[in-house]
């Protein structure tokens, strides 16, 4: 049974950084897709960012790039968030999610791609 808990959520002030981790457990993560969603109060969940475990391909929210790294550690099943220049309008619970299916890069940012999701990590950015 695939699991994915994540950590590292927090409060931190404008213009700092936290780093999201994501661990996978129940079977090899070699073939999958790592995500990250994020949901605000009132919002729909969006898509923040994602890596294909093999082959070393990432993809970002356009609202998060040159701010947000995904990482991947294979030997841990881990994949990292890096959260740089955070801003108020971060504030949002983030998502963990994973999926073993064949998807193009367009799908990978919907939440339909995704058949594993954790739990969810607060993350609050004060001004």
């Known amino acids: 049974q695939v699991q994915l808990v994540e950590s590292g959520g927090g409060l931190v002030q404008a213009g700092g950084s936290l780093t999201l981790s994501c661990a996978g457990s129940g079977r090899t993560f070699v073939s999958a897709v790592m995500a990250w969603f994020r949901q605000a109060p009132g919002k729909e969940r969006e898509f923040v960012s994602a890596a294909r475990w093999s082959g070393g391909s990432t993809f970002y929210a356009d609202s998060v790039k040159g701010r947000f790294t995904i990482r991947r550690d294979n030997a841990k099943n881990t994949v990292y968030l890096r959260m740089n220049s955070l801003q108020p309008e971060d504030t949002a619970v983030y998502f963990c999610?994973?999926?073993?299916?064949?998807?193009?890069?367009?799908?990978?940012?919907?939440?339909?791609?995704?058949?594993?999701w954790g739990q969810g990590t607060q993350v609050t950015v004060s001004s």
């Open positions: 999610a994973a999926t073993f299916r064949p998807a193009l890069a367009a799908e990978l940012q919907t939440q339909l791609a995704y058949d594993y």
